[in-house]
């Protein structure tokens, strides 16, 4: 079966970074868009960012745009996420998503697989 497994979580300080990576088994990894989502205390999940099955088309929300890089690796079925200038404002938990298709959006029910999450805390 498909599994997903993110790693890279962490405390750190308000203006650091990380790299969030998913490792992904069970399909073809390069024939799916992969995505990354958040959940904070109290609030639902939340599309952080997506990219197609190529790697050559992304897509960011609005609050994160310009400070986060989502990237992949199809020849290690990995798919990252850079952060940078990290707020406390994106202190949540980071689940990576498998996409049902070749190009998934913002929606949830666009992706089929996810993992267990990783927790990112941004101290101010």
């Known amino acids: 079966q498909v599994q997903l497994v993110e790693s890279g979580g962490g405390l750190v300080q308000a203006g650091d970074s990380l790299r969030l990576s998913c490792a992904a088994s069970?399909?073809?990894?390069?024939?799916?868009?992969m995505g990354w989502f958040r959940q904070a205390p109290g609030k639902g999940r939340e599309f952080v960012a997506s990219?197609?099955?190529?790697?050559?088309?992304?897509d960011y929300a609005r609050s994160v745009k310009g400070r986060f890089t989502i990237s992949r690796d199809n020849a290690k079925n990995t798919v990252y996420l850079q952060m940078n200038s990290l707020k406390p404002e994106d202190t949540a938990v980071y689940y990576c998503?498998?996409?049902?298709?070749?190009?998934?959006?913002?929606?949830?029910?666009?992706?089929?697989?996810w993992g267990q999450g990783t927790q990112v805390t941004v101290s101010s």
């Open positions: 998503a498998g996409g049902r298709y070749g190009s998934s959006g913002t929606h949830r029910d666009e992706y089929g697989y």
């Open positions: 069970g399909r073809t990894f390069s024939s799916y868009a």
């Open positions: 990219v197609n099955w190529s790697g050559g088309s992304t």
